[in-house]
């Protein structure tokens, strides 16, 4: 069992910078492979970007490769997604979620485990 709790979400400009943090409780936080999605208004949620337990794998959506980061200190039980460049269609609230299925790493079905989300909103 895992239990997650967002922090880091704001209101920021367009071109400015967040990061997010997800702390984790439960023994075997560094056995999951941790994503990031987020859910804009009258929108699906969509994937964000993941990391292998490990660290050493990560994944992203297109339309934030090269801008977001997503790390993991297994140590302190925190994932991070720092967000630069952000455009106002980053918009969303943002959840962390840890992956616990066969399915892919990239497939919001494949994540048992949910934070409550931050909001992140960025003007234009």
């Known amino acids: 069992q895992v239990q997650l709790d967002e922090s880091g979400g704001g209101l920021v400009q367009a071109g400015g910078s967040l990061r997010l943090s997800c702390a984790a409780s439960?023994?075997?936080?560094?056995?999951?492979?941790l994503g990031w999605f987020r859910q804009a208004p009258g929108k699906e949620r969509e994937f964000v970007a993941a990391i292998r337990w490990s660290g050493e794998s990560t994944y992203y959506a297109d339309s934030v490769k090269g801008r977001f980061t997503i790390s993991r200190d297994n140590a302190e039980n925190t994932v991070y997604l720092q967000m630069n460049s952000l455009k106002p269609e980053d918009t969303a609230v943002y959840y962390c979620a840890a992956h616990d299925s066969i399915l892919s790493i990239t497939n919001t079905y494949g994540y048992n485990y949910w934070g409550q989300g931050t909001q992140v909103t960025v003007s234009s």
């Open positions: 439960g023994r075997t936080f560094r056995h999951y492979a």
